[in-house]
């Protein structure tokens, strides 16, 4: 029972909330780069909040299902169909035995999510599923490989679907360019003026980005020459090199770095920028941790309410 | 955000809204990093805690704001920190790990060139590599990659101009005042000097990693036959 794939698409990775509690011997966390679009995908089945997901980035994909299940589709729109029929993203559907389904190329956003009823099963790598390429570790292999020809994705069969669908107003905003950004590490070494530059500017998401982190292009930021004393790298951190354009630190960066930084991205502003693509234009807002909270727990509380 | 109501206390600073940095110290020492590995050992058992990043001066502490309260999540932080008396930090228990190593041009082509910018001979970089009793002060960059301190002021050297796309794995490196071991197939800056037919990461293993914060290491010189009898591989280059 299990979905074969057919295409193995442009790059389509399992993942789960991520693997921790290993950041000390410098295993990165991995895990959803649009947290909230995995977390709703996950509701929509109710699923624990960790059960095993298909992240597909870009699309290309192809799969076909060996037993009866309810899958939800959340996150970007990559013109999926089921048997031909065209689906909408952020709703279930049932899926029989023998029905293909297909991931064309994005309409809109860049990664969507692919949730089965009760989660896929597959082996856990120290703990987590989430595939980690630079670091081959997790995945169906568990040494970090994407989804190929041929995988098996198995599942447990199931009969009974539910039509349900994520409430139009809770759909996150993806046009919103403003990313929210919480100040703190090296705030204060930079000057007033690098600051204004850094949060008056636009910046493009250039070509060089990807799960480990989004690099930008635009009004360089002059950081403090000598560097920082090495240290642990938060989900979200903006560090600034040497040449100031600025790089957001995601899902599969590196855990220690030596690199002054602006602030952190939230998890909410880390799922906006991971729908943007190559050329795509986003300004910084900066915000406290009590908005980035309020931000969070209002996110939190809706899903859980609904389910 | 500075919390300097007791020495005993690292500056908490809040970096996101479910992880905050304490900073121990504003230089690099033996002694900080001994306060940094007890203070994140014994995090490991606060609940809510989810991922600890020790480094040189600082532990990156991440939390789970979804189900704990920040302001209590500090406090306690704050209240088994103060707990922890820095005299016991200097662990009995602290680790010494020896890992042979084959130096040898074949699988490091950066030893003459070390040889001649410090101007000994190979013989001599060598035997002053496994000298040293090495600490290991942070683990990152690659998962089991640990960087080692410090060389001897003589092994001072930067890192090469163009990195290599490719650094074969057990590769002994050293930059800077820094050894380390690549513990996986990486691009990499560091002068390589030879090889360990050893393994630095196993995740079938209980440890996972051979090396970790705190841990003193050191390095012994192995001869080519012993090398590949212990299962080395001379690929990559």
Not at chain 1, 176 to 198: C, E, K, M, N, T
Not at chain 2, 44 to 68: A, E, K, N, Q, W
Request: aromatic share 8%; charged share 20%.
């Amino acid at each position: 029972m299990a979905f074969k794939v057919i295409k193995p698409g442009m790059l389509a990775l399992l993942q789960d909330l991520g693997r921790h509690g290993h950041q000390a011997i410098g295993v990165t966390t991995g895990g959803p780069m649009d947290e909230l679009a995995f977390r709703w995908a996950n509701a929509l089945l109710d699923n624990e909040d960790n059960a095993q997901q298909l992240e597909i980035t870009f699309g290309m994909l192809s799969l076909e299902a060996q037993a009866n299940t309810s899958v939800a589709l959340t996150g970007a729109d990559l013109d999926a169909t089921l048997n031909g029929k065209s689906l909408t993203p952020w709703q279930t559907y049932a899926v029989k035995t023998g029905d293909v389904l297909n991931f064309q190329q994005p309409v809109w956003g860049l990664r969507a999510y692919l949730a089965v009823k009760g989660g896929f099963q597959c082996e856990l790598t120290l703990g987590s599923v989430a595939t980690v390429m630079r670091e081959k570790i997790g995945g169906l292999t568990g040494k970090g490989d994407k989804l190929q020809k041929d995988d098996i994705l198995p599942y447990h069969r199931h009969d009974q679907h539910q039509q349900r669908s994520v409430p139009r107003a809770a759909i996150p905003d993806y046009s919103q360019s403003d990313i929210p950004l919480v100040l703190g590490y090296q705030y204060r070494s930079f000057s007033d003026l690098q600051r204004a530059h850094f949060f008056s500017s636009d910046y493009k998401v250039s070509q060089n980005s990807d799960r480990m982190g989004y690099r930008l292009a635009g009004n360089a930021i002059q950081g403090d020459a000598k560097g920082i004393i090495s240290e642990g790298i938060a989900y979200g951190s903006v560090q600034i090199p040497k040449d100031g354009q600025p790089i957001v630190l995601l899902r599969d960066r590196q855990t220690i770095g030596g690199y002054p930084k602006m602030g952190c991205v939230t998890r909410f502003g880390g799922a906006l920028l991971a729908q943007k693509k190559p050329g795509d234009a986003i300004q910084f807002t900066p915000i406290t941790v009590d908005q980035a909270e309020h931000e969070r727990h209002l996110q939190m509380a809706r899903l859980q309410q609904w389910r | 955000m500075s919390q300097a109501v007791s020495p005993l206390l690292p500056d908490m600073d809040m970096v996101s809204d479910n992880a905050c940095l304490l900073t121990f110290s504003q230089t690099i020492s033996e002694a900080i990093s001994d306060r940094i590995a007890q203070v994140s050992h014994q995090l490991t058992t606060l609940p809510g805690i989810i991922d600890l990043v020790p480094s040189y001066t600082t532990l990156l502490v991440v939390f789970d704001g979804d189900h704990f309260d920040r302001f209590a999540i500090c406090k306690a932080i704050r209240q088994l920190i103060l707990q922890l008396d820095p005299k016991d930090a200097l662990q009995a228990d602290v680790r010494e790990i020896v890992i042979p190593v084959y130096y040898g041009a074949e699988v490091g082509p950066d030893l003459d060139e070390v040889a001649a910018h410090c101007g000994l001979s190979t013989n001599d970089v060598i035997e002053q590599h496994c000298a040293n009793l090495y600490r290991a002060y942070a683990i990152g960059f690659t998962p089991g990659f640990a960087f080692l301190g410090n060389t001897p002021a003589q092994l001072h050297i930067g890192r090469k101009t163009t990195p290599r796309l490719k650094v074969p794995i057990g590769s002994v490196a050293i930059a800077e005042n820094q050894t380390a071991v690549y513990p996986s197939v990486t691009p990499g800056g560091w002068q390589i000097i030879g090889r360990t037919p050893i393994k630095l990461v196993d995740w079938g293993s209980e440890n996972l990693a051979l090396i970790a914060m705190g841990d003193k290491v050191r390095f012994e010189a192995i001869s080519r036959q012993d090398f590949l009898a212990q299962g080395g591989n001379l690929d990559g280059f």
